[in-house]
T-cell receptor, first 114, second 110 residues
Framework: DTEVTQTPKHLVMGMTNKKSLKCEQH?????MYWYKQKAKKPPELMFV???????INESVPSRFSPECPNSSLLNLHLHALQPEDSALYLC?????????????FGPGTRLTVL | GQQLNQSPQSMFIQEGEDVSMNCTSS?????WLWYKQDPGEGPVLLIA?????ELTSNGRLTAQFGITRKDSFLNISASIPSDVGIYFC??????????FGKGTRLHILP
């Protein structure tokens, strides 16, 4: 299995809702990433997990809460989002964070906050 | 902060033409990566470069790691309609942080 899967593909939520994005990989990768991508912009790093521990938090607001239950799964919990948080949320994985820069991306979750 | 300057921002070409795009920076990189992203999809890794001066091909795609470690280019030969999309360069800095260029949007004229 050489792919990263993300669910759901699309999500519409209100500003008072709580929802979660899910990401899964079975390539044995030990680093997983969350990116946010606005239209016509490059991916913007949010979080990095290395060996199931949070390594990097790029000053992301607390309304985004990542979780890595095991080496294959990565979640992003969403609460009290703002309309400007609407974007494509990409998950990626790599063999490791150090020394293995090749990241493999999932198809993304298109999030719309009303 | 560090940034990558990717050019051109967009390209309009005829099918069959060759394409060239590049990324430059004032920072030194350990690795260069080139990705392609189709609408509504995640980026797909095309080529990874690990050594200064390295020249690597993947089918009709060729990329090079600049000898100064501050730049890279991607060439596409004999473009076809499925080459349409956004191409991103990404560089890995010495502290392992990866930064992305702003992308080159490739359009193929009918």
């Amino acid at each position: 299995d050489t792919e990263v899967t993300q669910t759901p593909k699309h999500l519409v939520m209100g500003m008072t809702n709580k929802k979660s994005l899910k990401c899964e990989q079975h390539m044995g990768h030990r680093a997983m990433y969350w990116y946010k991508q606005k239209a016509k912009k490059p991916p913007e790093l949010m979080f990095v997990y290395s060996y199931e521990k949070l390594s990097i938090n790029e000053s992301v607001p607390s309304r985004f809460s990542p979780e890595c239950p095991n080496s294959s799964l990565l979640n992003l919990h969403l609460h009290a989002l703002q309309p400007e948080d609407s974007a494509l949320y990409l998950c990626a994985s790599s063999q490791g964070y150090v020394g293995a820069p090749e990241q493999f991306f999932g198809p993304g979750t298109r999030l719309t906050v009303l | 902060g560090q940034q990558l300057n990717q050019s051109p921002q967009s390209m309009f070409i005829q099918e069959g033409e060759d394409v060239s795009m590049n990324c430059t920076s004032s920072s030194i990189f350990n690795t260069w990566l080139w990705y392609k992203q189709d609408p509504g999809e995640g980026p797909v890794l095309l080529i990874a470069l690990y050594k200064a001066g390295e020249l690597t091909s993947n089918g009709r795609l060729t990329a090079q790691f600049g000898i100064t470690r501050k730049d890279s280019f991607l060439n596409i030969s004999a473009s076809i309609p499925s080459d349409v999309g956004i191409y991103f360069c990404a560089g890995q800095l010495r502290d392992d942080k990866i930064i992305f260029g702003k992308g080159t949007r490739l359009h193929i004229l009918p």
